[in-house]
């Protein structure tokens, strides 16, 4: 079984960068460049759901209005079309 040392150990020297070493690179536009690009596809799948939630929510209120027209227009029509066939000028009886 591994045993835990006494003491533990400090590092003291002090590391340099070598000579000639490239300098270090700022990832801060890169970092920039990934938000950026997962907020735009974030964003636009949102927008994307909205839009069609709210086609949705426009179709279910045409259809009730159509339907509701219908149901009020419909005895008229059924009325007339009962009246001209039974009463019309075409009929004789």
């Known amino acids: 079984m ?5 003491t ?3 590092l003291t020297d002090i590391v340099e960068d070598a ?3 490239a300098p270090p690179m ?3 536009p890169l970092f920039l460049h990934e ?4 907020l735009t596809l974030a964003i636009h799948e949102k927008a994307d759901e909205m839009v069609h939630n709210a086609c949705r929510e426009m179709e279910a209120l ?3 209005q159509v339907s509701d027209r219908l149901r ?3 005895p008229v029509l059924v009325a007339r ?4 066939h039974f009463h019309g000028p075409d009929r004789s009886h």
């Open 8 to 10: 533990v150990p400090i």
């Open 72 to 74: 009020s227009e419909l």
């Open 62 to 64: 045409l259809l009730e």
């Open 35 to 38: 938000l950026e690009a997962h």
């Open 19 to 21: 000579q000639g070493a």
């Open 26 to 28: 700022d990832r801060t």
């Open 2 to 6: 591994n045993q835990l040392p006494d």
């Open 81 to 84: 079309i009962i009246a001209e």
